[in-house]
T-cell receptor, first 110, second 115 residues
């Protein structure tokens, strides 16, 4: 059974702090890894993709991948109240559907 | 990216009836998927909609309950048949783009309530 695991949270951080979200996956054959943001009542929105070991930065977001540890993380710098949402980690092999974790709820207080 | 139009956006249905959800993409895509998101839960894959052949269903989902059509590379439908209150959920259409990167984008979803 292919699984993606996340802490459900909630993760609470003050405005301006760094939020750190973590995820592990069970399928060693996974090749692509994604972070989606989902606001309440909305559909998931892709914010980061990562395919190789190391860090990938995009604005305030940094995704980190460690295939040996089967671990993916997302750092959000300078967190804003508008970042308050559920963050979904997902993984797949080429040509297959994404498998999602249960999501981590982030709350950023002003 | 891809622009995905999904409809209806929401519906309230009676027990025992069926609802067909439509998903239209603005470009041809090989991979289309249907997910369910129950209240407070993450996304669960229902099936992969294959153009020109039967959909591939995940464990726990069957064709009689969730028939899927994929007549071409830009369109798919999911029918929720013989509905019960347990089918109340958000149903999401997703497409895979970007070749080997297989990035998935989602439609806005259909919020279904079964009375």
């Amino acid at each position: 059974q292919k699984e993606v695991e996340q802490n459900s949270g909630p993760l609470s951080v003050p405005e301006g702090a760094i939020a750190s979200l973590n995820c592990t996956y069970s399928d060693r054959g996974s090749q692509s890894f994604f972070w989606y943001r989902q606001y309440s009542g909305k559909s998931p929105e892709l914010i980061m993709s990562i395919y190789s070991n190391g860090d990938k930065e995009d604005g305030r977001f940094t995704a980190q991948l460690n295939k040996a540890s089967q671990y993916v993380s997302l750092l959000i710098r300078d967190s804003q109240p508008s970042d308050s949402a559920t963050y979904l980690c997902a993984a797949n092999q080429a040509g297959t559907a994404l498998i999602f974790g249960k999501g981590t709820t982030l709350s950023v207080s002003s | 990216s891809a622009v995905i139009s999904q409809k209806p956006s929401r519906d309230i249905c009676q027990r025992g009836t069926s609802l067909t959800i439509q998903c239209q993409v603005d470009s041809q895509v090989t991979m289309m998927f249907w997910y369910r998101q129950q209240p407070g839960q993450s996304l669960t894959l229902i099936a992969t909609a294959n153009q020109g052949s039967e959909a591939t269903y995940e464990s726990g989902f069957v064709i009689d309950k969730f028939p899927i059509s994929r007549p071409n590379l830009t369109f798919s439908t999911l029918t929720v048949s013989n509905m019960s209150p347990e089918d109340s959920s958000i149903y999401l259409c997703s497409v895979g783009v970007g070749g080997f990167k297989n990035i998935q984008y989602f439609g806005a979803g259909t919020r279904l309530s079964v009375l």
